[in-house]
Each structure stands twice: as C-alpha cells, then as structure tokens.
C-alpha cells in the first residue's frame, strides 16, 4: 500500500465521535470492559484446566474460545484505550497490518469455533452412543488446528491484496482499530478484487459456519422434539441455549458490517456493530457460558475454594 511514489508511514485513527468531556467516561467504561473480559475467560480456562469434570471436548471447544476472545481484545481495545488519552491518536503502517492480520484471524477463528462448538451439540444429543468415537482428542484436536490455518490464510490474502492499492492524501481513518472496510475506503485505486475477496472469500469463511450451525440445530431439535419427557426436552435444550446466545451475539453483529449493500454503508453503525462484536461479545460469553452452567458454576466454585486454600498458608 503506497501513496503515489511514496510509502505510507501511519495512519490516523479517529476513534469514537464523542466530546472531549465525554472521553474520561468512555475511556472508563471500555477500560472496565475489557478487564472483565480478560477476567472472566481467564476463569473459564482456568475452571476448565483445574476441573477433570471439565475435560471434555465441549469445554476443549469453550476454552479455545475463551483463549481467542481474549487475543481478539487484546488486539484493539489498549490501543483504543491509549488513542482516548492521546492527543494525536495515530498507528504505524506495520502497526495497522499487524493490526489487522491479528484482527482477521481472531475473528475467523472465533466464527470457526462456534460452528465446532455446534458440532459437538449435535453429536452429543443426535449421537450420543458414536460421541467418544465422532469426538475423540484428535478429532477436537484437528477441528483447532485446521481453522488456525484457514484463518491465517485467509488473513495473509487479505493483507496482500491489500498491499497493491494506492492510498490518496486522505490517511484519517474513520474508525478506532484497523479495518478493511474503512482502509479501502480511503483508495484511490480499484477495489474491486478486494470487494469480491471480502464477499466470496469472507462470505465463504462466515456463511459456511453459519449455515453449519444453523443445520446442526435443526437435527438437534427435531431430535429433541422426539424426547417423550418435557424435563429430557428442556434438559437437551439447556445445553443449546448459551451456546445459540452467543451465535446470535457474534453472527448479527458481523454480517450487519461486512454483508449489508455498500449503498448502506455508515460509519458509526460500523463502529457501533464493531463495538458489539470486539468488545460486548467476548465481555458477555463468560456470562452467557457460566450462568446457565451448572457444572461450570461448579468448577467456578472449587477453583476459588482452591485458590482460598493457597491464599490461607
């Protein structure tokens, strides 16, 4: 990416529109966001790892998730926060691309995760008696590694094709992280390639999953519906609903940025819609994942009776 003969150096990043008497209390609110985010995963991992009731593939899948929501707020939220505080919030080239290969990746990786997560539902409640063969440590193993890869080659395209354009006089970037969508906003080259990539190989990366999802549910509760018992239907169903949460959650907020026409293009429902799913999502799926949890309530429970225990000597 160069501006004429010239390499670009950095960008500006302009953050949320809000007065400068409003910034403490933003910067505040996102502060206390994201500390609670990196909180409540981090007690997710740790329930999971400390509890051997827990050691199976559906807390694998979570605890992977938890692992990702974290990276995928690490990766804009300091940087926003340290933008509110400065005066001349800017980024590095490098730092933008780096910005944005993390970006990329994190939430592919998520998008991959809650389609295995929905696999393991449907396994569990569709098959039960072929769950230890159809789920088995390297299976969980491959469905981890194997979006890893997908994600950062998805990722790498991204950014390469993303390197062929040129950039007018305009470095201001209507956003508080960097993105695609407002990055090819400011070229003045042909974005075409990039469009089509954005649709058929993001939309690839989204809908596959999505559809995914949304099929598995649907054996599940046709499934579900043949239960004879209410209590063994609301039981089957219970096991689904956190996990449906967090689809509705991350999915709405996703292709309302990236899927709707370009004539519908807005730049503060693009950040309202990126602040949902880079910070209100990750920040909520501890909550979404434990509440309804009994046996996560319970490793929850032993972990802090542990940790009393180590605190007393």
């Known amino acids: 990416m160069h501006q004429g003969n010239r390499t670009i150096s950095k960008f500006f990043l302009l953050g949320l529109a809000v007065g400068s008497e409003q910034q403490k209390l933003i910067f505040i609110l996102f502060l206390c966001m994201y500390l609670v985010t990196i909180v409540g995963n981090l007690l997710i991992i740790l329930a999971i790892i400390n509890d051997a009731h827990l050691h199976s593939p559906m807390y694998f899948f979570l605890a992977n998730l938890s692992f990702t929501d974290i990276c995928f707020t690490t990766t804009t939220i300091p940087k926003m926060l340290a933008d509110i505080q400065s005066r001349s919030p800017t980024i590095s080239f490098a730092g933008c691309l780096t910005q944005m290969y993390f970006f990329i990746l994190l939430v592919d990786l998520d998008n991959f995760l809650l389609a295995a997560m929905a696999y393991d539902r449907y396994v569990a409640i569709c098959h039960p008696l072929h769950y230890a063969v159809l789920l088995s440590p390297k299976r969980c193993a491959l469905l981890v590694v194997t979006p890893w890869v997908i994600s950062n080659l998805v990722s790498i395209l991204h950014l390469s094709l993303l390197g062929l ?89 996703i292709i309302g940025v990236y899927f709707l026409p ?20 990750p920040m909520m799926n501890p909550f979404i994942y434990s509440l309804r949890n009994k046996d996560m309530k319970g490793a929850l429970r032993r972990l802090f009776s542990k940790k009393k225990f180590f605190w007393r000597w």
């Open 165 to 253: 354009l040129t950039v007018c006089d305009q470095k201001k970037i209507p956003h508080f992280f960097c993105d695609l969508e407002p990055i090819l906003r400011l070229a003045c080259s042909d974005t075409q390639i990039n469009d089509l990539t954005i649709l058929v190989i993001g939309g690839a990366v989204i809908f596959i999953p999505f559809t995914f999802i949304i099929v598995s549910y649907v054996f599940i509760c046709f499934t579900v519906l043949g239960v004879p018992s209410a209590k063994g239907k609301w039981k089957a169903f219970s096991t689904c609903g956190s996990h449906l949460s967090a689809v509705a959650l991350f999915y709405g907020s």
């Open 262 to 281: 370009s004539s519908a293009y807005s730049v503060e429902r693009d950040k309202v819609a990126a602040i949902m799913y880079t910070i209100v999502t």
